[in-house]
Nanobody
Framework: QVQLVEFGGGLVRPGGSLRLSCEVS????????MAWFRQAPGKEREFVSG????????FYRDSVKGRFSISRDLAKNTEYLQMNSLKPEDTGVYFC??????????????????WGQGTQVTVSS
């Protein structure tokens, strides 16, 4: 059974940076796709960024392009999300998610097989 645990959330001022980590335990296979989602109070969970098995393909929602960077270290079974130039609208609970295979709509949370418990990110002055 695959389990995901997120680290690195917190309170940061606008313009600041945070780095989230997601540690993966359990066996995953090539073809695995990892992503970050977030959910603000009263809003639906939304895709933030995703990365394929090799790390050669990365994906971002438009509002974070140029500010966020996703990466993964297969040797450490860890995924990262570097968040720079943070804005108040980035506030929310950030979830790590994984899919055994991803053939299309990576924006859809229903296409993921396992989730972390979430970590709070608050951007406020």
């Amino acid at each position: 059974q695959v389990q995901l645990v997120e680290f690195g959330g917190g309170l940061v001022r606008p313009g600041g940076s945070l780095r989230l980590s997601c540690e993966v335990s359990g066996r995953i296979f090539s073809g695995n796709f990892m992503a970050w989602f977030r959910q603000a109070p009263g809003k639906e969970r939304e895709f933030v960024s995703g990365i394929n098995w090799s790390g050669g393909h990365t994906f971002y929602r438009d509002s974070v392009k140029g500010r966020f960077s996703i990466s993964r270290d297969l040797a450490k079974n860890t995924e990262y999300l570097q968040m720079n130039s943070l804005k108040p609208e980035d506030t929310g609970v950030y979830f790590c998610a994984g899919a055994n295979n991803m053939f299309g709509d990576y924006y859809n949370p229903k296409n993921y097989d396992y989730w972390g418990q979430g970590t709070q990110v608050t951007v406020s002055s």
